[in-house]
């Protein structure tokens, strides 16, 4: 969890995340580079995912806190 915090945000971070978390634990990094083709797909997929999820907990905020305003 602390390795990953902020990922999101940059672009094949994940990568690299990935990449200092097998060498620190001695596994091997060669098989990361597998996913490297299909790490574009999945970056939009996480980033996509993130913004939604950020959206959705300011609105659960804003409701508790009492200052979310409806558009209606």
Do not use: H, Q
């Amino acid at each position: 969890m602390i390795t990953s915090k902020g990922v999101a945000g940059v672009p094949r971070a994940s990568l690299v995340i990935l990449l200092g978390t097998a060498s620190s634990f001695g596994l091997p990094t060669e098989p990361i580079f597998i996913i490297l083709g299909i790490d574009e797909l999945m970056d939009m997929a996480r980033t996509s995912v993130n913004v939604i999820g950020n959206c959705l907990a300011t609105v659960v905020i804003a409701k508790s806190e009492g200052e979310y305003v409806s558009l209606e």
